[in-house]
């Protein structure tokens, strides 16, 4: 009778054993069709079983005849075909037979400079996740193919166990207990290796000095490391994507708007990558992250940045003034203050222009080579825009000032030009460039200083009638156009 009361007991514990059982997943690595005869595969199966594996949530098995794991569990289920490229269907009868709840189809694949990776997630025949995720793997041509995929596994589970898995308890990995003193070989320990975890400060000094020396591939790889290490780290990925910025706004843009979906409740990301996008080209992919970011928090610091900065692309100063106040009175910093800087230039303050250069370089002293060539950037291409514009204006000004020299609109008109670009010229000369661009600077800060003396003699002609005036009036006009235009062939 004893043994007949134990029975219920054992099954209920053999119960218990397969219910606390860590569900299994068979990963199913699907293959695109080549490109001119080029194989764009890439292996992403055993990262993401690296990622899983090292989670615990799922016990991950590769479809595949070099998986120890997978191999075993055929043999164990006596299964007598496995193909080696199943299709959706075979790869489902296979999982079912090895007990697999969960199947996870992956492709993944070489662009230019991306690798694209499409996951279904599948369980009890039906699609529960599915997720697209393209990440850049180079920079000036130097492709890290391995820390890419790194990085996209640890992005996809990451992805994964806020999902579909959110109800799985992780089970990192433990190591395996020593053994008793007397069973314990004696063997000389070898020296252990360890690898110090690198702080923000330490990090961003580490990539700043590679991206100084002209490295910047290096500073991109040693930067996405950094962001692998500490995936929710809100500096390292903007700084990353800063560093993106300069050679591929597009993978910029697509950085920050993965980074956007990992951390919805940082409204910043998605207005980094509305200003990537627009850098990129892609206005409608900028809207798109623009209205995420006003749908989150409309009166956000961030979001009013983003709407200044975009007023301030359109050439729209007037517009990008009331953000630009609002956010540094929100959160006084030194990119808004750079903003709000550029936009007053634009509106003619000097005085108030170089206070808010000053204060910027008060809150943030040492910028890194990359914000240092992404502001110069920013107001270079502001600069050029304005003095096209101003070229144009200033030859319709010129035929009407012969006519009419003594006219008080044209005067006001000529004054108002006049004290855009004297505070164009001093934001010119105050913000730096990188050294490579030294020459480039020279020209632009000419350019817009000769279109400040064309309206400077034509203010002479229209006072006194002085005819050389008028002439050298053109002759700084052409010579300010020419010196625009070599600017914008570099």
């Known amino acids: 009778m004893r043994f007949i009361q134990l029975v219920p007991v054992i099954i209920i514990s053999l119960s218990t054993c397969i219910a606390a059982a860590d569900p299994t997943v068979l990963i199913v690595q699907t293959k695109a069709p080549p490109k001119q005869n080029v194989d764009i595969n890439v292996s992403l199966s055993d990262y993401l079983s690296q990622e899983l594996d090292n989670d615990g949530r799922l016990v991950p098995l590769i479809y595949s005849a070099t998986d120890p794991a997978f191999l075993a569990a055929v043999k164990k289920a006596r299964l007598r075909e496995t193909p ?11 999982a079912q037979r090895l007990g697999a709840e969960y199947v996870l189809f992956v492709e993944a694949t070489q662009a230019v400079k991306v690798i694209k990776s499409k996951l279904t997630l599948i369980k009890d025949r039906r699609q529960v996740w599915k997720d697209e995720q393209n990440m850049s793997v180079s920079a000036q041509d130097i492709v890290n193919q391995d820390s890419t995929c790194r990085s996209l596994a640890r992005t996809l589970v990451f992805r994964m166990n806020g ?6 308890v992780p089970r990192k990995k433990t190591e395996t207990p020593e053994p008793a003193k007397g069973q314990e070989p004696i063997v000389t320990p070898a020296p252990v290796q360890t690898t110090a975890v690198v702080s923000d400060d330490d990090l961003k000094k580490q990539v700043n000095d590679l991206a100084a020396n002209g490295k910047r591939a290096a500073a991109i790889v040693a930067m996405r490391d950094g962001v692998d290490i500490a995936p929710f780290d809100l500096d390292r990925r903007e700084e990353l994507v800063n560093l993106l910025l300069l050679d591929d706004p597009k993978s910029a843009a697509e950085e920050a708007r993965r980074a956007a979906v990992l951390m919805p409740d940082k409204s910043e990301l998605r207005a980094l990558a509305a200003r990537a996008w627009m850098q990129a080209g892609k206005p409608d992919e900028a809207q798109k992250d623009l209205n995420e970011a006003i749908a989150r928090d409309p009166n956000g610091t961030s979001t009013r940045l983003l709407l200044g900065e975009l007023s301030l692309d359109q050439l729209e100063p007037a517009k990008a003034i009331d953000h630009l106040d609002q956010a540094v009175k ?8 750079f903003l709000r800087a550029v936009c007053r230039s634009m509106l003619g303050g000097i005085d108030s222009m170089q206070a808010d250069l000053l204060e910027a370089g008060k809150l943030e002293p040492q910028l890194t080579t990359g914000e240092v060539s992404e502001r110069y950037f920013f107001v270079g291409d502001i600069t050029d825009r304005l003095l096209a514009k101003d070229g144009i204006e200033v030859r319709n000004l010129t035929q009407e000032v012969v006519i009419k020299p003594h006219n008080r609109d044209l005067k006001e008109e000529m004054a108002t030009m006049s004290r855009g670009l004297q505070a164009r010229i001093v934001l010119l000369d105050t913000v730096v460039s990188s050294p490579d661009l030294r020459q480039v600077s020279a020209r632009r800060l000419l350019a817009n200083k000769l279109m400040a003396q064309c309206l400077v003699d034509l203010q002479t002609f229209c006072e006194k009638g002085d005819e050389d005036a008028l002439a050298d009036s053109r002759i700084n006009l052409g010579e300010a156009l020419k010196q625009l235009a070599a600017v914008r062939k570099k």
Do not use: E
Request: net charge positive.
């Open 84 to 94: 080696d490229a199943p299709t959706a269907r075979q790869a489902l009868g296979v």
């Open 163 to 168: 999902g579909p898995l959110r109800g799985y």
């Open 330 to 337: 929100q959160h006084d910093s030194s990119r808004a203050r």
